[in-house]
C-alpha cells in the first residue's frame, strides 16, 4: 500500500525552496488526467515546481508527451526577456 500524500511537507519544501524534495514528494502522487482531481492537481503542481526549480530539461522531456508541460514550457518562452538561452538549447 502506498503511504499517504503529504501535502503540508511538500508545500514546506516549496515555501523553503527545497525543490527536490517537493518535486519527488508531487511527483509521486501526481496524475495526469486522473479521475482523482486531487491528483490531477498534484502533477499540475509538479509541472510547476520544475519550472520554479529551472528543471527544464525535465520539464522538456516530459513535454514530449505531456500537453501540460508543452504549456508551461511555452509560457516560459513568451515570459519578458526570453528567449531563454537554455529553452534554445532544448528546442
Excluded at 499517504?4 to 495526469?32: G, H, K, M, N, R
Excluded at 482531481?37 to 505531456?66: C, F, P, Q
Aim: net charge negative.
Amino acid at each position: 500500500m502506498n503511504a499517504p500524500f503529504d501535502q503540508a511537507t511538500a508545500e514546506a519544501a516549496e515555501a523553503a525552496e527545497d525543490w527536490s524534495t517537493a518535486i519527488f514528494l508531487v511527483s509521486a502522487y501526481a496524475e495526469c488526467y486522473s479521475k482523482d482531481h486531487h491528483r490531477h492537481n498534484a502533477h499540475l503542481w509538479h509541472i510547476d515546481l520544475l519550472a520554479k526549480a529551472g528543471r527544464l530539461k525535465d520539464l522538456a522531456e516530459l513535454a514530449v508527451t505531456d500537453v501540460h508541460a508543452r504549456r508551461r514550457l511555452h509560457r516560459l518562452e513568451s515570459e519578458p526577456g526570453s528567449p531563454n538561452p537554455e529553452l534554445a538549447q532544448i528546442g
